[in-house]
């Protein structure tokens, strides 16, 4: 038997694991108590890894449907066929946009997601990318990226240093934490509550966070932007920005005070549900208090008002107000507030000129092809994925006619799912890259399975740039990969291979991709103000990491020249991947800093508090507060489970049964007034579609609130989504606020 470590790759907690193997098979899976981050903490999807690997459902050998319909085995060589054929004419006879990516939650988990899919992206040429970040994070990234400039400057909650910590919208004792890597989560707020600090929590749902919370604050579901432009409208008027004065244009910030002068508490109590005592006591409290850090999450980052059966998206607004009222308390780029972490692989925030940079447009320029909606950060709405598939141009035909789901299960996990289905059945070309059969990949073309987690790298390059400790760790594979599978980076080498072969006419080598994407990032290193290889020559670069291959390679040269490396040998009290390899438990590189004014990338090397398309957000939210429209009756919000990992993960035994199951929650009151009891079956219906599950009776929903996880298939929350209900400026789904109907079954 063998103790082997290991980083947890399921969710954003990135906890470290200690794992017991004997050959090929893991015998336990516990919390590595020696982790510089998580300390031994552990949940029980971190405890199900080695099912994960030993599952027998999880697919082994690439799968090609025949002129049957059937799936049949295939080598890897008969299914890279099967793709190179269908593609070609594709991109031959359509073009580059013709083709279309789904991209699921894994992909941002593992590093072969991170540098190869980019390289498979940009063979292919398409700009039509979709993915489960417009159905998750992209409003907060948005209004990050508008403020500080890039799409990763998301200043995160310093929550072991904090005093005062309201979060809206967020569960992370349940989920473990979501855009604010913080492994041990519960520990954390232990220790917050020690040194006697405070935790308020603003849901609708009296959720396990908030059950331990010093106050739950009930809100009407979807309102969350109007409270926090009424916490705000108090705020700013006091408001001490601190650190963050000097890079705060005062004319912007004026027209942002300007701007929240009608959202009173008074204002906004009606729509709310919230009294303005409460408010005004909470932005006395924040002002008050030592430190404090404002956070919000799914509940804000979706959020949606229906007023008069029109759905109102607000997450955008509800996310930049966040920072503008951390901003007001002094608390951005503070210890105790909200800060920026420093990744040791580098990132969006750490390249370029620092202080300065090109930042972003929103709305994007690119367009959909059908509604002409906006693209976010170069992704279109997964929402719109449907249409753009089976909607041909009445003048060209141009339509979608091939789409690669690189680790997503959309059908279950985005708006659309029956007109999704038909979709993806008018297709030239489907493939999908997932490791078992699921009902998106059951109706494609081809699969193709990778290897299991455990037979690969890990290191966090995307959740370090949200970290709530700056810390560097590193997992060796614990597995070899087994003969006849591979690896998810041999994948999408070979399909990369095949993109740039049909576009090019020289089709090249997996080694050779391999060898150009290595030239890429040690180029950027020598070429790049920030990094520590800056000037360095290119191919002293590539030599001193050629004993390393795939990605070991790149992320040894991304760790060598970024904010803690060796520079090649400028700094030589700096990093390598070789220090990681040295050190299992991780090495931790200390609280996290104040970076401003370098962490900006703005053009104007200010934040920008008052973008034009936020203030225009703002003044339409103002529009809402002289409706005397009736509030829907029944209101949808969602909620996660423990033991379940958004779409997948469900069939392993560790994570079956219990409390793991679909409901809809509701409160007694409302259960009373249907004549439904516990466990009843409940038809939950909506404009666009409805589901029938049992009925959970409990009181920790607000009268009028119904409760239902998202991920499963038999009952898809999904089906009850207004699919015309998206953000403009994030092209997000409105998944909280909706009007839905309730009727027994």
């Known amino acids: 038997m063998e103790t082997q470590r290991r980083i947890c790759p399921l969710c954003e907690a990135t906890c470290g694991l200690e794992l017991t193997t004997d050959g090929l098979e893991v015998l336990q899976v516990r919390g590595d108590p020696e982790d510089v981050f998580s300390r031994g903490y552990v949940c029980p999807k971190g405890i199900a890894l080695g099912e994960l690997h030993s599952d027998s459902r999880r697919l082994t050998t ?64 398409t700009t039509q990318r979709f993915s489960a970040s417009t159905v998750d994070q992209m409003p907060k990234q948005v209004a990050c990226a508008l403020m500080y400039g890039t799409a990763l400057s998301v200043p995160v ?42 935790l308020v929590v603003v849901d609708p749902v009296r959720t396990r966070t908030a059950s331990v919370a010093d106050e739950h604050v009930s809100v009407r579901p979807g309102s969350d932007a109007l409270w926090l432009a009424s ?11 601190g650190e963050a004065e000097a890079w705060v244009e005062p004319s912007e910030w004026a027209s942002v005070v300007d701007q929240l002068a009608p959202f009173s508490p008074e204002a906004t109590a ?49 996310s930049w107000l966040i920072d503008v009222i951390n901003i007001a308390l002094g608390s951005l780029d503070r210890p105790g507030g909200v800060m920026f972490p420093l990744p040791v692989a580098g990132g969006p925030s750490t390249e370029g000129t620092p202080g300065s940079g090109h930042g972003v447009q929103i709305p994007g320029r690119r367009r959909t092809r ?54 993806f059945a008018q297709l030239d070309l489907m493939v999908s890259i997932d490791p078992y059969l699921t009902e998106t990949s059951s109706l494609a073309d081809v699969i193709l399975p990778v290897a299991s987690p455990l037979t690969r790298p ?34 999408l080498a070979e399909l990369t291979a095949i993109a740039v072969g049909i576009t090019s006419g020289h089709e090249p080598t997996t080694a050779q991709v391999d060898d150009l994407i290595a030239y890429t990032v040690a180029n950027q290193a020598c070429t790049d103000e920030a990094s520590r290889a800056h000037g360095r020559v290119l191919e002293e670069l590539l030599e001193a990491v050629s004993h390393r291959a795939g990605v070991d390679r790149i992320l040894d040269l991304r760790i060598r020249s970024g904010p803690y490396g060796d520079g090649f040998g400028s700094h030589p009290d700096g990093l390598t991947l070789q220090h990681l390899m040295d050190a299992p438990h991780g090495i931790d590189l200390g609280p996290l800093q104040p970076r401003l004014p370098e962490v900006l990338r703005t053009p104007s090397g200010r934040i920008d508090v008052a973008a034009p398309v936020l203030l225009d957000a703002l003044s339409k939210a103002a529009q809402l507060l002289q409706t005397k429209a009736p509030q829907a009756r029944f209101t949808l919000v969602g909620r996660r489970h423990l033991r379940s990992n958004n ?50 009776v409990r009181d920790d929903v607000a009268p009028g609130c119904v409760c239902i996880p998202h991920g499963w298939g038999e009952a898809n929350v999904n089906a009850l989504i207004d699919v015309d209900a998206i953000d403009p400026l994030a092209g997000t789904s409105v998944l909280s606020g909706l009007a839905v109907e309730l009727a027994p079954a």
């Open 370 to 423: 059908v509604r002409g909606l906006p693209s976010a950060l170069g992704e279109f709405p997964a929402a719109t994925l449907a249409e753009e598939i089976d909607t041909p141009d009445p003048k060209t035909g141009q339509r979608i006619r091939a789409v690669f789901v690189v680790g997503g299960n959309p059908i279950i996990s985005t708006p659309n799912q029956g007109r999704l289905t038909n979709a």
């Open 458 to 491: 890990q290191h966090d390059v995307v959740f370090n740039n949200l970290a709530v400790r700056n810390q560097a760790r590193y997992s060796p594979p614990v597995f070899p990969v087994p003969e006849g599978e591979k690896d998810e980076t041999q994948v």
């Open 231 to 241: 916490l705000a409208h108090l705020i700013v008027a006091e408001a001490t920005l």
């Open 647 to 696: 779409s997948w993960m469900k069939g392993l035994p560790t994570l079956t049964g219990g409390s793991n199951v679909p409901t809809v929650m509701i409160h007694p009151q409302d259960a009373g007034s249907l004549g439904i009891d516990d466990g009843d079956d409940l038809v939950v219906s909506s404009k666009s579609g409805s589901i029938t599950l049992p009925a959970a």
């Open 157 to 198: 909650p310093d929550i072991d240093r904090t005093h005062y910590f309201l979060m809206l919208g967020a569960n992370p004792l349940i989920s473990n934490g979501s855009m604010m890597t913080a492994a041990d989560f519960p520990g954390r707020l232990r220790r917050l509550r020690k040194r006697g600090g405070r």
């Open 270 to 318: 009606p729509i709310t549900g919230i009294d303005p005592s409460t408010t005004r006591r909470i932005a006395q409290e924040l002002r008050a208090a030592p430190s404090a850090a404002v956070y919000g999450r799914m509940g804000t980052t979706t959020s949606g008002l229906t007023i008069e059966s029109e759905v109102i998206p607000m997450a955008t607004l509800a």
């Open 62 to 125: 690439p799968l090609v449907k025949g002129d049957d319909g059937q799936f049949h085995a295939a080598t890897w060589d008969e299914a890279f066929n099967v793709i190179r054929d269908g593609l070609r004419p594709i991109l031959t006879d359509h073009g580059p946009q013709s083709v279309g990516l789904f991209l699921g939650n894994p992909n941002v988990h593992n590093l072969s997601g991170a540098f190869y899919l980019p390289a498979f992206i940009r063979a292919l040429g």
